[in-house]
């Protein structure tokens, strides 16, 4: 079994930044990719990130691409997602899951965290 939890949503001004942690404990940890989703209210999860298991590969989803950076410590069994210049639009609970990637936007979660709110002022 794997546990995540995410940290270090909150709220922020439009183009201002926060980083989102997502620590991972369970079986290893280095044997899964990981991906960031969100989803705002009224609107279906959207894709944000995935990271492979070494972290050599990655990518964001074109509406993050440029202002968003996944990244994970596999010593330190977490994830992250750096965001910057962030837009009101980007407001949403967001998810880290462990998995695997299944296309270049695609990825499948098996596991889950329970979410952190991240909401943009104008």
């Known amino acids: 079994q794997v546990q995540l939890v995410e940290s270090g949503g909150g709220l922020v001004q439009a183009g201002g930044s926060l980083r989102l942690s997502c620590a991972v404990s369970?079986?290893?940890?280095?044997?899964?990719?990981m991906g960031w989703f969100r989803q705002a209210p009224g609107k279906e999860r959207e894709f944000v990130a995935w990271?492979?298991?070494?972290?050599?590969?990655?990518h964001c989803s074109d509406s993050v691409k440029g202002r968003f950076t996944i990244s994970r410590d596999n010593a330190k069994n977490t994830v992250y997602l750096q965001m910057n210049s962030l837009k009101p639009e980007d407001t949403a609970v967001y998810y880290c899951?462990?998995?695997?990637?299944?296309?270049?936007?695609?990825?499948?979660?098996?596991?889950w965290g329970q979410g952190t709110q991240v909401t943009v002022s104008s």
């Open positions: 899951a462990a998995g695997r990637v299944t296309t270049w936007q695609g990825f499948a979660g098996d596991y």
């Open positions: 369970g079986r290893s940890f280095n044997s899964y990719a």
């Open positions: 990271i492979s298991w070494s972290g050599s590969t990655s």
